[in-house]
């Protein structure tokens, strides 16, 4: 009985103390976030490396882009150049031509065309080999994408326990065990595991962008290749 007591006069000055004064406004609790570039520069040497992960990663993005736009790129008009260049027996012409073009077709086109004279295994052969190597060149810097999106998370991670670390090393030097000064901190560093999940998420969109446009580019050029080799069976060369 004399608990139940205590706990409702524990209330009552309780609600005495926050009750407003006449002709004064309630206390509000203001919820004030700090600005987002104060709290990546408090997460630390991380922040430093996952900045540099997010430069490397747009870096090589950009490059990709660049470099696919120029390369991977699919004339159904060419084949229709070399039939005519060869139905005229100007296949110097049409190796002239392909040779004009920058292009990982034309490129693969222009090999199958300085094996003519050889049987068509060779040929389908030699074009074969010209397309491994121009796909492997257009996938040579994906490579560090995917890296990246492995390692960010586990940078931001490891920014996080080091984080913690320091929280529980200055609890245990001031003894100040406060729910401010540990929860202070502690969103701080979880800063660098959410810098890292979006350095992650992004090179590994990247990544997976650039290779499905690659693997949609190899079989359009698989295609290509066929036409060709068609061409040629027609043409009796």
Known sequence: MMFLLNILLQAANAAAVNEPVAGQKPATVEHVSAPILEMMAKGGFVMGLLGFCLILSIYFMVERLI?????????????????????????????????????????????????????????????????????????????????????????????????????FYSIAQSNDLSIASISEGLYVKMVASFAGLVVGIISFLGYQLFMRRIDRFAERLQEQSLNLLEVLTKSNI
């Open 67 to 167: 470099y696919l736009k120029n390369r991977a790129k699919i004339d159904d008009n060419l084949i229709n150049v070399i039939k005519d260049n060869l139905r005229e027996n100007r296949p110097d012409a049409a190796l002239a031509y392909c040779d004009r073009v920058p292009t990982a077709q034309a490129q693969m086109i222009s090999t199958g065309l300085r094996f003519l004279g050889s049987n068509m295994r060779e040929i389908e052969s030699a074009m074969e080999t010209k397309a491994s190597v121009e796909l492997s060149a257009m996938e040579s810097n994906l490579t560090y994408l995917s890296l990246i999106s492995r390692i960010a998370p586990m940078l931001g991670f490891v920014g996080t326990i080091w984080g913690v670390i320091n929280i």
